[in-house]
């Protein structure tokens, strides 16, 4: 069964860097787009970025460009997030995701915790 899970949360200072990871199984993993989300507490999920299958197409949401790139490596079933240049306001669960035969697919998230 489709399994992925998100690694390298952390706590962070504000200006400081981290690195998300997600390892997929169970599904092709270079056969579909993938995406990160997160929520905040208290608010609803967002979609932070998304990648195609080969990594020809990236997109982000407005509060994160040009701070954060999203990345995988098809050869190594693995989904990345570099964030850069944190925020308070980037504080939340980040989970991993996967739409696949119409059904999202959910890691079980990696907390990160930006404050001084």
């Known amino acids: 069964q489709v399994q992925l899970v998100e690694s390298g949360g952390g706590l962070v200072q504000p200006g400081g860097s981290l690195r998300l990871s997600c390892g997929a199984s169970g599904f092709t993993f270079s056969s579909y787009a993938m995406s990160w989300y997160r929520q905040a507490p208290g608010k609803e999920r967002e979609l932070v970025a998304s990648i195609s299958s080969l990594s020809v197409t990236t997109t982000y949401a407005d509060s994160v460009k040009g701070r954060f790139t999203i990345s995988r490596d098809n050869a190594k079933n693995t989904l990345y997030l570099q964030m850069n240049s944190l925020k308070p306001e980037d504080t939340a669960v980040y989970y991993c995701?996967?739409?696949?035969?119409?059904?999202?697919?959910w890691g079980k998230g990696t907390l990160v915790t930006v404050s001084s």
């Open positions: 995701n996967v739409r696949k035969g119409g059904i999202n697919y």
